[in-house]
């Protein structure tokens, strides 16, 4: 599906979800049935376009370079689900912390935006995520950095110690389940459970 979108992505080293990534997320998306999807990071599109077309969602999605959210855009309009996206042009940090005051609510989270700043968007993802709402996060292993018991090259500790950071603040987190699943760069699914 999308496949002149994922090749002019590869074209033109736009990273978007991979392969067995991809099914696992439209899985997890019809198995949850959403009714509002966030996307952290919408690059050109390719992944947003595969969500709307494996649901009914409503979704609004994120992405902070201006070229990029207007490729994005005209992808949304070419497919005809222009009606179902609003599509925020900004940093994903700001826009979270907007939705917070403004009591924004989402059931399924996509989060794929920049790796080294998951840990700190999850305070604010958790506020704004329903009971039984599910952040799905891609890309968790870094190339296999996150894992690695060798000394991690100077240009990457930074982004390699903020994504372990993400996972432990998921294991500390009560009323949120999380499991790490060790598919193409990792996926950390988690869920917002009842609280007692
Ligand atoms: C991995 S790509 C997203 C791929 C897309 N989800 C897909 O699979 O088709 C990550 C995107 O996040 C965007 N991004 C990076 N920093 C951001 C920020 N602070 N706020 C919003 N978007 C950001 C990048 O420009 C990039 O397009």
Redesign the pocket.
């Known amino acids: 599906m999308f496949e002149e979108i994922e090749k002019f ?1 590869q074209q033109n080293y ?4 991979r392969p067995l990534s991809r099914k696992l997320l439209c899985d997890h998306v019809k198995k949850s049935k959403p009714e509002k999807i966030l ?10 376009l ?1 969500m709307l077309s494996c649901s009914t969602a409503f979704l609004t999605t ?4 201006e070229q ?1 959210a207007e490729m994005a855009k005209r992808n949304f309009e070419r497919y005809g689900f222009e009606n179902r996206v609003n599509l925020i042009c ?4 700001d ?1 979270l912390k907007r939705f917070v005051a403004s009591n924004q609510q989402f059931d399924f989270i ?1 989060l ?3 790796k080294g ?1 998951y840990y700190r968007y999850l305070p604010l993802l958790k506020k704004i995520l329903t009971t039984n709402g599910i952040i799905f996060a ?2 968790v292993f870094l190339h296999g950095l996150v894992r690695s018991k060798s000394p991690i090259p100077h240009k990457s500790r930074s982004m390699v110690n903020n994504m372990r950071k993400y996972l432990s603040l998921l294991e500390q987190s009560d009323n949120f389940e999380s499991e790490i699943l060790d598919i193409e760069d990792g996926i950390a699914i988690t869920k917002k459970i009842d609280e007692l």
Do not use: M, W
Request: proline share 6%; charged share 30%; hydrophobic share 40%.
């Open positions: 992505a736009i990273p978007i979800i996307e952290i990071g919408t690059a050109i599109g390719f992944s947003g595969l994120i992405e902070k370079d990029r900004d940093d994903a940090l826009v996509f794929d935006g920049p700043q891609d890309d």
